[in-house]
Structure formats: C-alpha cells, structure tokens
C-alpha cells in the first residue's frame, strides 16, 4: 500500500474510532420495512446504476410520490449476516461527517416469492462525486 492509500486508511480509522467513542444525540430513525416489496415504495431512476459488487448492485432511487433521489445497495439472502453488520456500523456512526446515512431497510425475505427473488435494500442518502474506489486507486 502507498503512502497516500495508508494516510487515508489511517485517518479514516481514527475517525471512526473518535464517532464511536463520542457520546452522540439520538441517532436518527432508520426506517425498516419486512412486510413491503421495494416496489411498493421507490422507483429506479432510469440509467441510475451506480455500480457493483459482491453481493449485489447500486443504483439511484426515488420515493414512490417524492422527488429527492437516494441510493439503494441490493443484496441477497447469502449476504444476510454482513447486511446486519452494515446496518449496526451504520446506526452507530449515523452522525460521522464523512459515513453516509442509511435512510431505509427494506427486507423482503418473507414477501419473496422463492429464496432466489429474497432482497435486501439499504436505503441512503445519495452522495455525489467519485466513487472511493476511484479515489483510492489514483
């Protein structure tokens, strides 16, 4: 790793480990949601894909019914034990300046149809800019 890439990690882990440690307001509230479908409450943005990985893809969305554009992370069933370590990361650096803010949790699990169609989407605020991957690699 490059003394630039080490700079960043280091200062990131310190950063986080100073949110962690902070006493912090009343985070606020993620939305859950285990008896709707994604579908029944946002929308795709046309050529909205913003990348992917692992285990799953990112892609803008809107609120059915609202205007502000957010980005969702789907992943399936097989990635439900880091989905639950995301989400807890989340909610204890929901203040951290520079962690982006999960929205919504939509897990359709029980509506699926068959184990194959179970999501999970991780609602948040959409961050413009360039991807961490692509900062990191220059």
Do not use: W
């Amino acid at each position: 790793m490059n003394s630039a890439k080490r700079a960043i990690a280091s200062k990131l882990n310190r950063s986080c480990s100073q949110a962690s440690k902070q006493s912090v307001a009343k985070p606020p509230k993620v939305v859950i949601y285990k008896d709707k479908k994604f579908d029944d409450l946002y929308n795709a943005v046309p050529n909205g894909k913003l990348g992917e990985g692992f285990a799953g893809e990112v892609f803008k969305v809107k609120k059915k019914g609202g205007k502000e554009v957010f980005a969702c992370k789907s992943l399936k069933e097989q990635g439900h034990f880091s989905v639950k370590n995301e989400v807890d990361a989340l909610r204890v650096l929901t203040n951290h300046p520079n962690i982006m803010r999960l929205v919504a949790v939509i897990d359709d699990r029980e509506t699926a149809k068959s184990a194959e169609e179970a999501e999970v989407y991780l609602i948040y605020e959409l961050v413009p800019g360039v991807p961490l991957g692509k900062v990191i690699e220059d």
